[in-house]
C-alpha cells in the first residue's frame, strides 16, 4: 500500500493541505547553514578525523651523545628506532578508519537531532498560522451572531441564556487568539534562537509535502540506515580489530640505530640491533577487548531493538493520524459547513440557539482536524528524514 503524506487532504479548508514551497527550502537552508550546533559539530568532525591518525606511526627515534671527562676528546653518539611488528601498524590504520566512519556517523546522527527540532519549529509554524487564520473566521462568525443577537434584543426575542453564550463565544475567542499569538511569537523566537540568531518569517499556511515513501516499507527501509543501528555496527568492528591489535601487540618488538664511538687514538661505529618480548604490558588486553566485543554485541541488539520499536510506533501513529483524517475529511463532506449554516440562520431557517450549536460542533471539528494534522505533519517530517540522510 504506497501511501504519501502529499495525496491526503483532510482539512476543513477548500485550499490544498501539502505543498512544496520555496520558502521552506530557503528555512531548511538557513538553518543548516546558520545552527551554532551544527557549526559546532563541523568543526568537531574535522578535529575528530585529525584525532583519528594520531598514535599510528612509530615512537619517535631516541639520540644520544655521551662525553668522557676523563678521557681526551672522547665522545659516543647513539642513534636508535624502535619499531613494533608490521601487523601492529595494520590494525592500528584499519581502526582509525572505522574511527573515521564512526566520527562521520555521530556527525550525522547529531546533525539529524538538530534538524528535527527544526523541522518541528517549522511544522508549528505553519499551525499557529493556520490556527489564528481560523481564530479570525470564527471571530467573522461570531459577530454575525452578535448582530442576531442585537436584532432580537430589539424585538425583545432573545433570552438571557442566549446572551450568556454569544458572551462566552466571544471570550473563548479572544483567549484562543491571544494564546495563539503568544505561542506563535515564541515558536518564531525558537526559530530565531536555532537559526544563529537571525529571525525568519514564515508566513506559510501549508505543510511542506513530505515524502514517506512505501509506508509498509518504511520499518525495512529506516532501520537499514538508522544511524544508532550504525554506530552499533561500528563499535562492534572496533572491538574486533580491537581484538587483532591486542594479539599482535604480543609480537616482538624490534630497534635499530647506530652507535659512533669517538675515541683518541681508535675512533669506531657500527650498527645496533635489539628485540623486544613483551612480558607483562600487554598484560589482559586482549581479554579486555575481548569483553569489550561481547558487550558492543549485546549492546547493538538491544539497541536494533529499541530502534525497530520507535519506527513501528512511528509507522502505525502515522497510518492512525491518516486514518483518523480520512475519517473526518469523509465526515465534513456530508455534514453541513458553515457557509450553509450562516445561510440557514438568514433565511430564518435556524433558531439562534441552533446556530449556535451548529457552530460549536464545526468549530470543535475543526479544531480537532488542525490538531490531527499538526501531529501528523510532525511523524512525517521525522519519517521523511530516513528518505533525505
Not at 287 to 310: D, E, H, I
Request: aromatic fraction near 10%.
Amino acid at each position: 500500500m504506497k501511501r504519501l503524506f502529499l495525496t491526503v487532504v483532510a482539512s476543513f479548508s477548500v485550499c490544498s493541505l501539502f505543498a512544496q514551497n520555496g520558502s521552506y527550502e530557503r528555512y531548511i537552508e538557513s538553518i543548516r547553514t546558520n545552527n551554532p550546533a551544527i557549526i559546532a559539530l563541523d568543526k568537531e568532525l574535522e578535529a575528530q578525523l585529525k584525532g583519528n591518525r594520531t598514535d599510528i606511526a612509530p615512537e619517535d627515534p631516541e639520540a644520544e651523545i655521551a662525553y668522557f671527562l676523563k678521557r681526551n676528546v672522547s665522545f659516543e653518539m647513539n642513534v636508535a628506532q624502535s619499531i613494533d611488528f608490521p601487523t601492529v601498524y595494520i590494525n592500528k590504520a584499519k581502526l582509525a578508519r572505522l574511527s573515521d566512519d564512526k566520527s562521520r556517523t555521530e556527525y550525522l546522527a547529531n546533525l539529524k537531532l538538530v534538524m528535527e527540532e527544526a523541522e518541528q519549529l517549522y511544522v508549528n509554524a505553519v499551525y499557529y498560522n493556520r490556527k489564528l487564520s481560523f481564530v479570525k473566521r470564527n471571530m467573522e462568525n461570531a459577530k454575525r451572531l452578535q448582530e442576531y443577537y442585537e436584532k432580537g434584543l430589539e424585538s425583545g426575542n432573545v433570552s438571557v441564556l442566549e446572551k450568556n453564550k454569544i458572551e462566552a463565544l466571544f471570550l473563548d475567542i479572544a483567549t484562543q487568539y491571544r494564546l495563539t499569538e503568544g505561542q506563535r511569537s515564541s515558536n518564531l523566537e525558537a526559530i530565531k534562537n536555532i537559526n544563529g540568531g537571525i529571525a525568519i518569517d514564515i508566513p506559510d499556511t501549508l505543510y511542506p509535502a513530505y515524502q514517506v515513501g512505501n509506508v509498509d516499507d518504511f520499518i525495512e527501509h529506516a532501520s537499514s540506515i538508522d544511524y544508532d543501528i550504525k554506530l552499533a555496527a561500528i563499535d562492534t568492528l572496533i572491538a574486533q580489530r580491537q581484538i587483532k591489535l591486542s594479539r599482535s601487540e604480543w609480537l616482538p618488538g624490534f630497534k635499530i640505530g647506530y652507535r659512533l664511538n669517538m675515541e683518541e687514538k681508535n675512533p669506531t661505529n657500527g650498527i645496533i640491533a635489539g628485540i623486544s618480548i613483551p612480558l607483562w604490558k600487554n598484560t589482559n588486553k586482549v581479554r579486555y577487548a575481548k569483553l569489550s566485543k561481547s558487550a558492543s554485541l549485546a549492546r547493538g541488539a538491544s539497541v536494533r531493538s529499541t530502534v525497530m520499536t520507535n519506527l513501528q510506533s512511528l509507522k502505525n501513529d502515522y497510518l492512525s493520524y491518516m486514518a483518523s483524517l480520512d475519517e473526518y475529511h469523509e465526515f465534513m463532506k456530508r455534514t453541513n459547513n458553515v457557509e450553509l449554516i450562516n445561510k440557514a440562520l438568514d433565511a430564518g431557517n435556524i433558531s439562534i440557539l441552533e446556530y449556535f450549536v451548529e457552530l460549536n460542533m464545526w468549530y470543535d471539528i475543526s479544531e480537532r482536524i488542525m490538531e490531527l494534522e499538526k501531529e501528523a505533519a510532525l511523524i512525517a517530517s521525522k519519517m521523511s528524514l530516513y528518505y533525505r540522510m
